[in-house]
């Protein structure tokens, strides 16, 4: 039976995840100290970019994490999409080298092409926001510099993650995470120097780049030395006849891209706000929020290749016992951050603190079940996604579009409250449930819970 302890790759995670956002812990505070207000709320504004890269390849290193399951195992091909996985396709235990390699190919190209689709969407979001974000303090030239700062990096950024998941998706997420963890450290110091040392915006921005650019050249390097990757033109053709890759990345990179419409469509309007404090206040909540998530999530992110593992082994018991384990702690590590969260928002001013630097009480309390319920039904989502099909894809669209069209007005007539009642009673009506509906009806037990 599988053991429930927590392993170096869960720590590695939780560390990488804190370096990586540790914005939120380093740069941020320093950042309210040397910035201007107008550079405080631009800089938090094109986190939407940064947020961008982590989904840019549209999936493609996502479905690599999930189905190099399948020929590291020994089948013979992946399975079609949506096929019930029962047994594998051979008796042997030998992983199947030159299917793997047709996969990473795929994938790869498929990284490279959608890169360049989402620069463009990040350049127009640079567009939506230019009339509130260019300001006194904001000259146009500054913005236009900072901006192709921000969309360089999408695809940069973007094909480090990719790596960093191709070498996840060998079942050494520990490896992983430790170079991500050396990785995001290059960045926090590179940003917190050039702001106590040299106090310049353009510098500061342009930082965070040029650790994203390290960080690719360094992956680049892991990769080709152990021949992961072949990057010979000729190679990464060779992989554009696996259709069941195909079908599940797309699913997989729409979904990914209405998670990303759900979750920042309130941002993205208060972005357009002209008040650089109501911003910084909002923009900073969510960040948050987003890095507790993200924290409390890797109890079940650290896993995924052992749930694409059982699952292509077809070992469902093993499978249920360590979601039900990973996921109760998911949920009780989030509440017990969201407490303590609560507590510091209420005691604000015993801090040192400015009263309007995160939202109030009230709308903090909404916004922290919001994402409870996010994470909840992400970790179901994450199980049963290890089935090789993805029924997400049209609700996490149709959800992702109905925020981003219904905040505005609600943030006119209500403001934030709006933005977060427009989220919450939109995924509370199917995405909050669904996934957990799934698993149940698919491995007919409760145990999951």
Known sequence: MIKNVIN???????????????SALIVIP??????????????????????????SDFGASQS?????????????????????IEKKKNNQNLRNTDLEKKLVNTSFLEA???????????????????DA????AITNEIFKFVCLIYLLNIPIQNLTIFFSHLIQSKDQVFDAKIIDMSIGAIRIIFQASTLIFINDFLLFCFAHLLGSIIGLFFYTFICIKNRYINFNLKNLLLGHNLNSYNQFKIRIGAMTFGSFLILNSGPIIISNYSDPKLVSAFFLSTKIFLVLKTICQVPILSVVPKFGNFRANNELNKLVYLFSKRSRLSISLFILSFISLLFFSKNISLFGLESDLI???????IMGVIYLLEL????????????????????SIISGFLILLLSLPAANFYGILGLLIVQGFIQLSFNNWYPIYLNIKDLKTAKIF
Do not use: M, T
Not at 359 to 365: A, E, M, V
């Open 112 to 130: 490279l092409q959608f890169n360049i689709f989402f620069v463009i969407v990040g350049l127009l979001i640079c567009v939506y926001i230019s």
């Open 30 to 55: 320093v950042a309210y100290i040397y910035l201007k207000d107008e550079e405080l709320a631009l800089w938090f504004s094109l986190s939407l970019l940064v947020s961008i890269s982590f989904f």
């Open 8 to 22: 170096k790759a869960d720590f590695a995670y939780w560390f990488s995840i804190i370096i990586n956002f540790g």
């Open 359 to 365: 939202i109030p009480f009230n709308l903090l309390f």
């Open 376 to 395: 909840n039904h992400g970790n179901h989502a994450q199980l049963y996604l290890s089935k090789n099909h993805q029924p997400f894809l049209i609700p």
């Open 133 to 136: 974000r260019i300001q006194l």
């Open 64 to 84: 690599l994490l999930r189905l190099n399951q399948f020929p590291r195992s020994g089948w013979n091909k992946i399975p079609s999409y949506g096929s019930q």
